[in-house]
């Protein structure tokens, strides 16, 4: 079997690899990714995202756990470019984890930043590509803060579940502001603290005032306990319930188009800097032209991009 | 006359005009840009640069003042994307350059961050064009900090500047670190101060032991006083020094092609994420394709490319 045959046939090592080499960029990963894009569809998508010490991450474990229970084969991208800072939390769950590691139902990867934030998000969407392709059922994908390179990639996922606690004052309102716009499903983490009901409240009345609800997609509030597992498997139904309507409504379809959407442009981003390299012949000739005043950037762009990529930019005719 | 011709005659508020036009990408005004760029090919473009107090808006009012005496016509733009913190100051730089505000010799603009700073340096080089086709003897680009929009935008210069003054202590240290490799000249501002003779030393040192030479051109610490116009005449007399020395060694050339490939690349990527755009027939066609798995992002973007795209990208065959 060649990679892409070891990736459909789900094999652990296999992904790991490909998940490498969508790292490293390795020669003739972009033809494999194509391959696997037309073998995915599959998977369920879940981000689970929310601030540092929201326990998060161990949340995403009792999920996967309870995923395993229920005979569903589970991939998690924990993508964290913080995560220098809050390397201890993180290690304690892979930890807590590892638990799962011997399960072959089950793929985990921190996908860390190599260089710019933007790789970091072609790479996650990419692996997603992979984990889907491997037959996972559900893909969770796990984020952390609001910045805009979390946005983009939390904008992949299908389901998008934001999880705060009680007590953590103003830092969680402004994270939940950020946060409120992409937010499918609420989590209240850490339900059998102090002030539980309080937040319970103030996120509820939150939703009522914001976005509560797509279409007829009443977006809920789970509480969970995710130390005792407490509210996982309710918090699975959810998932499956916004998956159903997803799928009902249209806006799965939607969502699939946004995400297809933002990889043509970045392929094609890759692929016009790509090609205008120095030392390709047509480039540097270009070059010298410019410089020599003979033509222009526009002319030289479009000459290089073809007669076809002769459209309006900036309204040039 | 079009806005062009009015541009090339000269005409202050058809520069205006026209770099605000850039600023907004109005309507057409790529086209008039190329035209502008095959006209130009005059100025001398001066870039200066430097910490905030580091008397460098002083420095190129004086500078500006010196080369009108000289009878030579002069465009500045002033690029500081943190110039809300300095506002004050910057402000009080530009009063004092109001005295020149009357003399159509003279054009004056700040280039604000308007969105990313991506398009700041685009608007930026733009403006550059827009100055010498206007046809500017001397084009001064002045610009704070040492990010990497700050080196996309000094990188256009064709003679840097880098202005430091004595007892800054370490923040000026790690400036001069960080803009050592692109000085051509170094300006030690403030030179009548307290510990002149030391700073100077110091940069001759660190001259010595990195870059303080390019070929044969050995980099000069010129010592002002920006504030009394002292030492402004003899700067000016080695920024074209280093012009001729450009021309003659064809370093000129070579800085004339680096910003040329530059330029390229922009405005390949905006033709590109022009094309493809939400709302047009081929982009959505295959938005579509590569949602249902028919296609994948890779083979799409190839196609909305054209066929004369299909280099290699990521090793992709």
């Keep these: 079997m060649n990679r892409v045959e070891r990736v459909r046939a789900g094999e652990t090592a296999a992904i790991a690899r490909m998940i490498s080499r969508i790292e490293r ?17 599959h998977a369920h998508i879940i981000g689970v995202t929310g601030a540092a010490g929201s326990g998060k ?17 589970v991939g998690v991208l924990a ?3 913080s995560s220098v800072f809050t390397g201890g939390a993180i290690l304690g769950d892979r930890i807590r984890m590892s638990a799962l590691s011997g399960d072959t139902g089950v793929f985990i990867r921190s996908i860390a930043t190599r260089g710019a934030l933007g790789g970091l998000s072609r790479a996650t969407l990419d692996a997603i590509t992979v984990l889907d392709a491997a037959g996972k059922d559900v893909v969770v994908l ?7 390179a979390e946005v983009d990639v939390i904008s992949a996922a299908q389901t998008v579940a934001v999880v705060s606690v009680p007590g953590m004052g103003d830092d969680v309102q402004a994270i939940k502001a950020g946060l409120l716009e992409i937010a499918d499903v609420h989590v209240l983490n850490k339900a059998d603290r102090d002030g539980a009901q309080k937040a319970y409240a103030e996120l509820r009345d939150m939703l009522r005032l914001g976005r509560g609800s797509q279409g007829d997609w009443e977006v809920p509030i ?15 139904g959810r998932f499956d319930a916004h998956r159903g309507w997803m ?6 379809d939607r969502r699939l188009k946004r995400t297809a959407a933002t990889r043509i442009r970045w392929m094609a981003e890759e692929i ?36 076809s990529a002769q459209l309006d930019v900036m309204g040039a005719s």
Tied chains: 1, 2.
Excluded: C, I, N
């Excluded at 391959?35 to 569809?41: I, M």
């Excluded at 161990?58 to 996967?64: I, N, P, Q, R, S």
């Excluded at 796990?142 to 805009?148: F, L, R, S, Y």
């Design 25 to 41: 960029r390795s020669d003739g990963v972009a033809d494999e990714l194509a391959e696997l894009h037309r073998a995915g569809g």
């Design 57 to 73: 991450s161990t949340l995403v474990a009792e999920l996967t756990a309870h995923y395993r229970r229920a005979g569903r084969t």
């Design 79 to 81: 993508v964290d470019p």
């Design 142 to 148: 796990e984020t952390v803060g609001v910045g805009q």
């Design 222 to 236: 789970q509480r969970t306990v995710a130390a005792t597992g407490e509210g996982v498997e309710e918090l699975a």
């Design 247 to 252: 799928s009902r409504s249209g806006e799965l």
């Design 272 to 307: 016009v800097l790509d090609r205008l390299r120095a030392g390709q012949p047509e480039f540097d000739r270009e070059v010298d032209r410019v410089a020599e005043l003979t033509t222009d950037p526009l002319h030289a762009a479009r000459r290089l991009l073809g007669e």
